[in-house]
């Protein structure tokens, strides 16, 4: 079972995206499919009762990666997307932050 919301992963696509940079969200009938476009990694979510199942199949954990990246957002008040920023540091890291600088944060693919 899964503790994010398939349907409203949409909407909350923004943090979503940062734990799994190269994974395309599709959504279905009734559930939503990640496919990272890297690794060939999947997730997909099916309804079952009045919750949902999670299938991952690949080297990346894709629906793990998101879920941990949406409880960051949620702990950090949920700011709102003209409240994150990005930082580049002086070996050309990058990483985008959700609130401040030392809230939550997801490093960027080079």
């Known amino acids: 079972m899964t503790a994010a ?8 696509c923004t943090t979503g995206q940062l734990a799994a940079p190269s994974a395309e969200l599709m959504t279905t009938g009734d559930g939503v499919i990640l496919v990272d476009v ?20 690949g080297p990346l954990r894709l629906w ?24 580049v540091g002086v070996d050309g890291d990058q990483w985008v932050w959700a609130g401040n600088p030392e809230g939550p944060s997801w490093r960027l693919p080079v």
């Open 5 to 12: 919301d398939p349907p409203a992963l949409s909407a909350e």
């Open 38 to 57: 890297a690794t060939g990694s999947q997730a997909w979510t099916e309804p079952v009762g009045s919750g949902w199942s999670v299938h991952q199949r």
């Open 64 to 87: 793990d990666a998101v879920e941990e990246a949406l409880a960051a957002w949620q702990g950090a008040g949920a700011p709102p997307q003209s409240e994150f920023g990005m930082s």
